[in-house]
């Protein structure tokens, strides 16, 4: 069964305290993987997508790299408002209109 | 930029009463989605549709859930006879990836609650 495990659940960190998010998945023939950025009551904004292993994707403080087995999102010197729930999400070889599945996410907070 | 609506932001209904959410994709795109997320858990997919007929549908889109593309911009989910168990975020998502590939577009979402 595909699966998504995003570690660690939770992190506090430093305002310029640089750290790496994980994301570990299990799918058979992957077509993409997502991260996206959730605040409280909101709907997952996207940030990334990235298709095949060796890709990387950068924007502003964030960076995502992708291998054959894992995905981090790694956020250099953050700021309070990158604070977020961040969810990693991955697509296999289903039909058209294939559904996405997400992780349970990694709550970042950053102090000032 | 585009982006995709939702409406009502927050729907509260008896037990046993329909629903109807009610999402406008992004203009462009031809795939569309619902999700939801029960509070403190995980975004989990609902149903997916293309080409005016659901493509995949998931174990929880039981006969209760229908979805309707009644004209050229509006994406509805209707719940027939709402259960307590349905209190959720429910968001309704687009894409415009070839094949459906590629990421989705998320709208703000519609708390629905049950009492």
């Known amino acids: 069964e595909d699966q998504v495990t995003q570690s660690p659940e939770a992190l506090r960190l430093q305002e310029g305290e640089s750290s790496s998010l994980n994301c570990s998945y299990t799918?058979?023939?992957?077509?993409?993987l997502f991260w996206y950025r959730q605040d409280p009551g909101k709907g997952p904004e996207f940030l990334f997508t990235?298709?095949?292993a060796g890709e990387e994707k950068e924007k502003e403080r964030l960076k995502a790299t992708l291998t054959k087995k894992e995905s981090f999102l790694h956020i250099t010197a953050p700021k309070p408002e990158d604070s977020a729930t961040y969810l990693c999400?991955?697509?296999?070889?289903?039909?058209?209109?294939?559904?996405?599945?997400f992780g349970s996410g990694t709550r970042l907070s950053i102090r000032p | 930029e585009p982006e995709v609506t939702q409406t009502p932001s927050h729907q509260v209904t008896q037990m046993g009463q329909e629903v109807i959410l009610r999402c406008v994709p992004i203009?462009?795109?031809?795939?569309f989605y619902w999700y939801r997320q029960i509070l403190g858990q995980k975004v989990e997919f609902l149903v997916s549709?293309?080409?005016?007929?659901?493509?995949?549908k998931s174990e929880i889109f039981d006969d209760q859930f229908s979805v309707e593309r009644p004209d050229g911009s509006n994406f509805t989910l209707k719940i027939r006879s709402t259960k307590l168990e349905d209190s959720a975020m429910y968001f309704c998502?687009?894409?415009?990836?070839?094949?459906?590939?590629?990421?989705?577009?998320f709208g703000p979402g519609t708390r629905l609650t049950v009492l």
């Open positions: 990235l298709y095949s």
């Open positions: 203009s462009n795109h031809l795939y």
């Open positions: 799918v058979s023939g992957l077509r993409g």
């Open positions: 549709f293309y080409n005016n007929e659901i493509s995949e």
């Open positions: 998502a687009s894409s415009g990836g070839l094949a459906g590939r590629g990421e989705q577009f």
């Open positions: 999400a991955v697509q296999g070889p289903y039909s058209s209109a294939s559904k996405i599945i």
